[in-house]
């Protein structure tokens, strides 16, 4: 009897070792590959062995059947037929904390600067932790972002989250350089979603420059990257923003570009079967979108704010673009770059009449308010008659704030141009408008 029960204790004490199951690789098509034999979840990681070199890292995204589909984060370079398929233990963990302030890295987490690797013991995953929306800290307070024209005409809070909607060449990336020089922020989280590669290196070292790289991390992912990279340096962006956030600091998120981000997942979309919505985008890009934009905003009372600024890419300057029109609905206000200010080298081009903040009024006093509205009305009134003035038929008298236009359009387009390296504070914009304004009334 003794002899039984040693027995039964020595086999309670076996573990036997998991067997890890590998499939293996029967189909490739463009960007998307197909694995037989495994047993993954969606979202889970995979190394596919090449004959030569590192194994190649890939992400499940869907499964048909028996049948595994996968997306790849590198290169599939050297990939053949009947390659084994490993699942990969554990999450994905990005490198975070005050390490990477002044860093590049890319949509992997690994630096980009060549300035040797990232001194942290401190690790995030893609993706945060959801808060409950009536347990998050409400926008009550201003944020000052540096420019003249937003500080005055649409007032931003600390936790919002806003769109900047424009066509090719009219000073985006600017304009967001801009706001990472002179904005009061604690920490700038940049992310560079399949820009082209010159830029990222122009933005960083001609726009954003020392100063602003400074208190940054840039997370960047080139075009040329795979689809479902530039998904993930969109998260990771998100990720560490959500991370200083938390610490109790004010972050100011600047992505660019939103749609760049839809178009990565409607390359991965169709790529694996699914049907075709609006414009080619699958109802998956659709349902991406606000999951991203979500996660911006302020956290838990007492804690930090993370405001956000997203590019919004308008094909041919249409506002009533598919992913134009689902950011608008999701965000917090929009800013809207005119290609004709643009074309006059007027910059900032910021549209005024077509821009809105949805919390200026709950931010600035009524009066502040009243002169920003006033200010929109002189301007729509100007744009209403720029025909009838253009050919000298517009008579004097016939429109107050037409008059209001012609008579000070000088210090107008002054208050509203701005040098890339001049700053605005919030309150110096508002006086300033006020003083511009009362000279109608003196």
């Known amino acids: 009897m003794d002899l039984l029960e040693t027995l039964r204790s020595r086999r309670s004490a076996i573990v036997a070792p998991r067997l890890q199951v590998a499939g293996r690789l029967t189909r490739m098509v463009g960007m998307t590959l197909e694995a037989v034999g495994l047993h993954c979840v969606t979202g889970g990681r995979c190394l596919i062995q090449r004959d030569?070199?590192?194994?190649?890292?890939?992400?499940?995204?869907?499964?048909?059947?028996?049948?595994?589909?996968?997306?790849?984060?590198?290169?599939?370079?050297?990939?053949?037929?009947g390659a084994p398929v490993h699942p990969a233990a554990g999450v994905a963990r990005f490198p975070a904390g005050p390490a990477l302030l002044g860093r590049v890295i890319d949509g992997r987490g690994r630096p980009l600067d060549g300035r040797g690797p990232l001194s942290t013991q401190?690790?995030?995953?893609?993706q945060g932790a959801v808060i409950n929306p009536l347990q998050r800290q409400p926008i009550t307070q201003p944020m000052d972002v540096g420019v003249r024209a937003i500080n005055a005409l649409t007032t931003v809070g600390r936790g919002q989250r806003m769109g900047l909607f424009a066509g090719s060449g009219v000073g985006?990336?600017?304009?967001?350089?801009?706001?990472?020089r002179h904005a009061q922020a604690d920490v700038i989280v940049v992310g560079l979603i399949g820009e082209r590669g010159r830029e990222v290196k122009e933005f960083i070292h001609d726009i954003l420059g020392e100063e602003g790289l400074r208190k940054s991390v840039v997370v960047a992912a080139p075009a040329d990257d795979p689809p479902l990279l530039r998904l993930h340096a969109a998260a990771l962006a998100t990720a560490l923003a959500e991370y200083f956030r938390d610490q109790g600091q004010h972050v100011l998120l600047l992505m660019d570009s939103l749609t760049r981000y839809a178009q990565a997942q409607r390359e991965i979309g169709l790529a694996?079967?699914?049907p075709p919505a609006t414009k080619g985008y699958p109802p998956s890009a659709f349902a991406k979108l606000p999951a991203l934009v979500e996660r911006a905003g302020n956290g838990w009372q007492g804690g930090g704010s993370m405001t956000a600024f997203y590019t919004v890419l308008t094909e041919g300057d249409d506002l009533q673009d598919p992913i134009a029109d689902a950011a608008r609905a999701i965000l917090d206000g929009h800013l809207v770059l005119s290609r004709r200010l643009a074309d006059e080298g007027h910059f900032p081009a910021i549209d005024i009449e077509a821009s809105i903040s949805r919390l200026m009024p709950a931010l600035v006093t009524p009066e502040?308010?009243?002169?920003?509205?006033?200010?929109?009305?002189?301007?729509?009134?100007?744009?209403?008659?720029?025909?009838?003035?253009?050919?000298?038929?517009?008579?004097?008298?016939?429109?107050?704030?037409?008059?209001?236009y012609l008579d000070h359009r000088q210090e107008i387009l002054e208050f509203l141009r701005q040098g890339m390296l001049e700053k605005s504070g919030l309150e110096e914009a508002r006086l300033r408008l006020e003083r511009l304004l009362k000279q109608g009334t003196a």
Do not use: C, W
């Open 52 to 81: 030569e070199g590192e194994a190649i890292e890939a992400e499940v995204v869907g499964f048909h059947r028996d049948v595994t589909y996968l997306m790849p984060v590198s290169s599939i370079e050297g990939l053949r037929p």
């Open 172 to 180: 985006k990336s600017v304009l967001l350089g801009m706001m990472a």
């Open 272 to 274: 694996i079967g699914e």
């Open 122 to 126: 401190i690790f995030v995953g893609l």
């Open 368 to 404: 502040a308010l009243t002169q920003a509205i006033r200010f929109k009305q002189v301007s729509s009134h100007h744009q209403q008659n720029r025909d009838l003035i253009s050919i000298g038929a517009y008579v004097r008298g016939s429109d107050l704030e037409t008059d209001f």
